[in-house]
């Protein structure tokens, strides 16, 4: 589903300064696989994001999303790998002036969906997410943990085959994790590929689940059901 | 209508609501431009309707004396001259008009000012031979070799006159047009400017929607849209401004000026089509510039 090959990307800081975000980094996710990217800040997680929706392209080696080739794929087709992949936040960037179901709809609207299928489709992912009682609700009228859901129904509402979540639960306290983390469990068991970007130790040792771990832009371990630090 | 166009329309309608002042500020400026561009549309159709009837038919004309101003030129007199000008090499045609001929021109010519026609009898109207000119420039030869020939009541360069008129026109008409582009160009940043503010103030939106895949006209459109809708008013405005004042100014001048004819509301109506596409070009244009500039950022 995901395989990336001799990956390196750099930043240009200055004339000569540079930064190395990414190097030569070689992976591959199966299909329906739930993985972890841990690693401290600046180790190239965010990086790594990036480049799978190709809002970042690298500066050398090869990158497969969803059978897509994104080292030559034309800019035209970005919306169509995209909509391969559903995108959650850490702040969840829920828009302020629509409702919860306004928001999910929302994602189905701009590509192009038709109003049946929305009117199906939104109540059905808020029952996924735990809202049904919600979808009339604004975003400030909810918990942090509530708007995460929020943010993964719209991640989720188009059928993604990969989600991907950087720092889903970095704004949330550890009882309301623990109910994300459930969430994206289940999402992952309809056969989704889950990627997330965290910091969060406890959940990545309570999910046992593969842990691939940055630092300073390399692979420094790939472990399946792996802990966040070393084990032992 | 589906919900995609109903989604972009609602969007620029939002876009346009935002800051209402600056989209008013937007439609006078480009209704500033077009009205000036519009003028010199207009402008040019005055000159090609004044002058058509002079450029190119006729460079000289020999006007025949009919006993007003000289004894009236006889047959005989007017045989030798039309020969002798056929024998001249620097004349191309020649072409006698009688004075019947010279009123049915006149009347054709000014058949929208009746006063004007009611003044002018059939008979004041002399009998010329219109001459063109292998090279215009050799007016003088014409005028030196036939002025005293008998009959010959005057020799006009009509280019002399038409010269003149064209010089100044097209003075008037050139300050017109450099000051329509530069207004443009400062409507074309104006529009630049709005829609980067309209871009910025819902780049959460925009965000959303790339990374959910919408395509990247999508994106755009509404954008594009709320600049199209502000040209296309500003189009209609300038437009409206020329249909109030120019039939007027117009009317008002065929009644100071009586040899020439004038453009009325047809010229003006003609005006709008090209108006419209100049309001819609210039914003279309400067919109996605802007947007490039944004998306690229």
Redesign the interface.
């Known amino acids: 589903m995901i395989k990336l090959k001799n990956v390196t990307k750099t930043y240009k800081r200055g004339a000569d300064d540079e930064v190395v975000a990414l190097d030569d980094v070689s992976l591959e996710v199966a299909k329906g696989e739930f993985v972890f990217i841990v690693g401290p800040s600046g180790s190239g997680k965010s990086t790594f994001m990036k480049l799978l ?1 190709r809002e970042q392209v690298p500066d050398s080696g090869e990158i497969w999303v969803a059978g897509k080739d994104l080292t030559s794929l034309r800019s ?1 087709k ?8 559903g ?1 959650v936040f850490q702040d969840f ?1 829920l ?1 302020p002036n629509k409702s919860v179901a306004e928001n999910v709809a ?2 189905l ?4 969906k ?2 049946r299928e ?1 009117e199906r489709r939104v109540p059905e992912v808020l029952e996924l997410v735990g809202l049904e009682g919600k979808a009339k609700a604004m975003p400030h009228e909810l918990s942090g943990g509530q708007q995460q859901r929020v943010s993964v129904a ?1 991640a989720f509402v ?1 059928s993604p085959r990969i989600l991907l979540c950087d720092e889903p639960t970095g704004n949330l306290d550890p009882s309301t994790s623990v109910g994300i983390m459930k969430l994206l469990d289940r999402i992952n068991r309809t056969g989704a590929t889950v990627v997330m970007a965290t910091h969060d130790q406890h959940i990545v040792d309570s999910m046992r689940r593969r842990v691939i771990e940055l630092e300073n832009g390399a692979v420094v371990r790939d472990q399946s059901r792996g802990v966040y630090g070393y084990a032992g | 209508m589906s ?2 166009w109903r ?1 972009i329309i609602q969007e620029s309608g939002k876009g346009l609501r935002r800051n209402p002042l600056m989209t008013v500020a937007v439609i006078l400026s480009i209704t500033v431009s077009l009205t000036l561009l519009g003028a010199t549309l207009l402008l040019r159709d005055q000159i090609d309707l004044a002058t058509d009837d002079w450029v190119d038919q006729v460079e000289v004309s020999i006007f025949l004396c009919d006993g007003t101003t000289c004894p009236p030129i006889t047959d005989e007199q007017r045989d030798t001259l039309r020969s002798d000008l056929e024998e001249q090499p620097v004349v191309e045609e020649v072409i006698f008009e009688s004075k019947d001929e010279a009123y049915e021109r006149f009347t054709e010519l000014f058949k929208d000012q009746p006063n004007l026609l009611e003044i002018v009898e059939p008979d004041i109207l002399p009998a010329s031979f219109r001459v063109s000119l292998v090279d215009p420039d050799e007016f003088l030869v014409i005028a030196q070799q036939f002025e005293a020939y008998p009959g010959v009541e005057d020799i006009v360069d009509q280019r002399e006159i038409l010269t003149q008129f064209l010089n100044f026109t097209r003075i008037v008409r050139n300050g017109a047009l450099a000051v329509a582009v530069i207004q443009l160009a400062a409507a074309a940043l104006l529009i630049g400017n709005t829609i980067l503010m309209s871009a910025f103030a819902r780049r ?2 925009t ?10 006209w ?2 755009r459109l509404p954008f594009l849209m709320e600049a199209v809708i502000t040209g296309i008013l500003g189009a209609l405005v300038s437009w409206g401004l020329l249909y109030g004042v120019v039939p007027r100014v117009t009317e008002g001048l065929s009644r100071e000026v009586l040899l020439m004819p004038f453009i009325g509301v047809q010229e003006v109506i003609a005006a709008g089509p090209p108006l419209l596409l100049a309001g819609f070009g210039i914003a279309a244009i400067s919109s996605i510039v802007a947007l490039w500039f944004f998306q690229d950022s």
């Open positions: 929706t035209w970005i919306p169509a790998l995209r909509r391969e992949i995108y960037k828009l929302f994602a609207e701009v590509i192009g038709g109003r929305i719209r188009n | 919900a995609r989604y959460e939106q965000a959303i929607m790339k990374l959910v895949g919408a395509s990247n999508y994106i």
